[in-house]
């Protein structure tokens, strides 16, 4: 308080006197907090306007994309109102979590990071359209997709951008290598290549006479085969699972 109000002060008090003394801003003079009124504040010997209190920053209010999304503040889908402290929403492209485990979370603009199965952040699924991401066993192999555990992924698929499930071990990669008529291992015994044991088995051959690939009865003929492709046929073998190559 400036020494000219103080003595006004005292002698106001002294003399039983009112006063109201002004400061040049317009603002009353004051001891203590009870001489202002109106939401003032006594400050510096004068009743002041108290500013406003500076506006707290939260994700959902600070102008950038803490999320990554391409969105920011109120034009993210993750921000409920600007006092919300995430941007992170509960759909599966914006919940920050990898819901589908192939190593990628979420819709990013950057193509190198964002989730191949979200097509922007309201995408309700990680999933897509590609055989590696879709959420199914497009090869009938007994595996799913890419994913971030090697005993869990499809092994033909090297990532979850990957449009192939097939792989290249002879029991994955979609060929006939022993032309016997049937291809690679897959859960169906019916369908699934004899000398096929699970999907990382690099050889159609079996244990079979008419699929192990040797000549068993030396008569120049090998196996069961619908090609030529592979070599002379044993005509004593009536199929893969045949036992036997002779009559």
């Known amino acids: 308080m400036s020494r000219l109000v103080s003595v006004v002060l005292v002698a106001c008090a002294v003399f039983a006197m009112h006063c109201s003394i002004q400061h040049e801003s317009g603002n009353f003079a004051c001891e203590n907090q009870s ?23 939260t994700a959902c209010n600070d102008g950038m994309d803490n ?38 979370t979420d819709f990013s603009p950057n193509p190198s990071v964002t989730d191949p199965g979200c097509s922007d952040p309201t995408d309700p699924s990680e999933r897509g359209t590609i055989q590696c991401d879709d959420g199914a066993d497009n090869d009938t192999d ?3 997709d890419f994913h971030i555990e090697a ?35 897959t859960t169906s015994a019916t369908t699934r ?11 159609e051959h079996g244990t079979a006479q008419c699929d192990d690939g040797i000549d068993n009865d030396n008569d120049m003929g090998a196996d069961f085969r619908t090609s030529g492709a592979c070599g002379r046929r044993d005509d004593q073998c009536q199929g893969p699972l045949d036992n036997s190559e002779l009559l």
Do not use: H, L, Y
Request: charged share 30%; with cysteine; aromatic share 2%.
């Open 67 to 104: 999320d990554g999304d391409g969105r920011a503040d109120a034009n993210d889908p993750g921000c409920m109102g600007t006092g919300d402290t995430s941007e992170r929403g509960t759909n599966a492209c914006d919940d920050g979590v990898d819901n589908d485990m192939d190593g990628r």
């Open 35 to 57: 001489d202002c009124a109106n939401g003032r504040v006594c400050s510096d010997g004068f009743c002041v306007v108290q500013p406003d209190a500076p506006v707290s920053k």
């Open 142 to 144: 007994g595996r799913v």
């Open 193 to 203: 290549d004899p000398g096929c044991s699970s999907i990382t088995d690099t050889d």
């Open 151 to 185: 005993g869990i992924r499809d092994p033909g698929c090297s990532a979850p951008n990957d449009p192939s499930e097939k792989g290249t071990n002879a029991c994955d990669d979609g060929m006939d290598n022993d032309c016997d008529g049937r291809s690679d291992f």
